[in-house]
């Protein structure tokens, strides 16, 4: 893992701020839905089941003194089913990369890791409040839209590493905010500052029973106990990932560049770099990595698979099942033991996914690849 104490990287470069998907969540809130408090809360009691195709918007339309423990329980859970969203197409394009040792494969598993870490802050201080992260429940089919509304327009798909897949759907899923502003009228980091104003006006009281602690890549996430720790892990996950300006010159608190930009070099295959006031690709070379040719999964799965993709893909999703299963049971009293057994069969999904990439379509189009699909 990158060294976080560093101030620059290893080509002199000052540390960029880095973002991901809710600030593209707040530019997303474009229009605004009439919502009761706690309006779209499912019989069951739960909030935004499956986070369905407004939720966002939804969210951000509620005035703020209407803003309570629910809204902040909604919100929360709705950052679980986003941040949880990344990690299938993200985990495909770097499994497929047969170098691990490439700068390209160390750019996405750095980026896989900040999602990861990025879940556990919301699942831990959903847990703070007193909800319970549905985790399972969250998890997306594939190919198809972010969750809550996201992105309208943007598919998510799997595939193994190409331009394609890093150009419309990585850099799309962390596309900076200035542009969209431009669109939606909405300040960067609205999600996660609503967020935290919600928070300091109702201040709930908080709850470290349930909560997780574990390093994660780079990160250590801890138990959130006051409101202090609130805002400072809400300004973390802001200035690493949801809530910096777009502009490449704020700095992050770890040097590394943000998600959008990290993805851009290896789309343009260049580092980004700084010449007087401009920025531009055009740095030290990235070279695209040699990627095994996995086609994208179709809707429905592969169809007609042969026995020995059949049991492959068996595998790969009973494990997912577990992983999902096994984090739901985390922040529901499981703990550590639960989690670690989700580390594990995380770790174990790795192995039947580059099988799957290293067998051939019938048509000669590419290769297959894990579907993450868990079985019912």
Same mark, same amino acid.
């Given at each position: ?22 600030? $593209? ?21 739960? !909030? ?84 319970? !992260? ?113 502009? !490449?010159?704020? $700095? ?34 990235? !070279? ?59 770790? $174990? ?28």
């Amino acid at each position: 893992m990158a060294d976080s104490g560093m101030g620059c990287d290893g080509q002199g470069r000052k540390g960029l701020g880095r973002r991901t998907l809710l600030a $593209a969540a707040a530019a997303a809130a474009s229009v605004t839905l009439a919502r009761p408090a706690r309006a779209n809360v499912p019989a069951d009691g739960s !909030p935004f089941a499956g986070g369905g195709g407004g939720a966002v918007a939804s969210l951000l339309s509620v005035a703020e003194r209407d803003r309570d423990l629910g809204w902040i329980q909604d919100a929360l859970q709705v950052a679980v089913e986003l941040e949880l969203s990344t990690l299938p197409p993200y985990l495909c394009g770097w499994w497929s990369v047969k170098d691990r040792d490439s700068e390209a494969a160390q750019l996405i598993r750095r980026i896989v890791d900040d999602e990861m870490y990025h879940l556990g802050v919301v699942c831990n201080l959903l847990v703070a409040v007193g909800g319970r !992260p549905r985790i399972r429940d969250a998890a997306p089919v594939y190919p198809g839209p972010l969750p809550g509304g996201v992105r309208p327009g943007v598919t998510v798909r799997l595939s193994g590493l190409t331009p394609s897949l890093v150009h419309d759907v990585m850099m799309a899923i962390e596309a900076p905010e200035t542009p969209l502003a431009r669109d939606v009228g909405l300040t960067i980091g609205a999600f996660y500052g609503g967020l935290q104003d919600a928070f300091q006006n109702v201040a709930p009281g908080l709850s470290t029973d349930g909560q997780l602690a574990v390093r994660i890549g780079a990160d250590d996430l801890v138990p959130i106990a006051d409101l202090d720790a609130v805002a400072q892990s809400i300004e973390t996950v802001r200035e690493q990932g949801e809530g910096t300006s777009a502009s !490449p010159e704020d $700095a992050s608190q770890d040097d590394h560049l943000a998600h959008y930009y990290a993805f851009a070099e290896i789309y343009h295959g260049r580092r980004l770099v700084q010449s007087g006031d401009a920025w531009g690709f055009t740095g030290e070379a990235v !070279p695209f990595p040699d990627a095994r040719p996995m086609a994208e999964v179709p809707t429905g799965g592969w169809p007609d698979p042969s026995p020995q993709v059949g049991q492959l893909l068996d595998v790969f999703d009973s494990t997912y099942a577990t992983v999902l299963g096994s984090l739901d049971s985390a922040w529901a009293g499981g703990g550590p033991a639960s989690l670690d057994a989700a580390v594990r069969a995380m770790r $174990a999904l790795e192995s039947p996914a580059v099988q799957l990439m290293e067998l051939p379509l019938p048509d000669g189009s590419g290769t297959y690849g894990p579907q993450f699909r868990p079985p019912s």
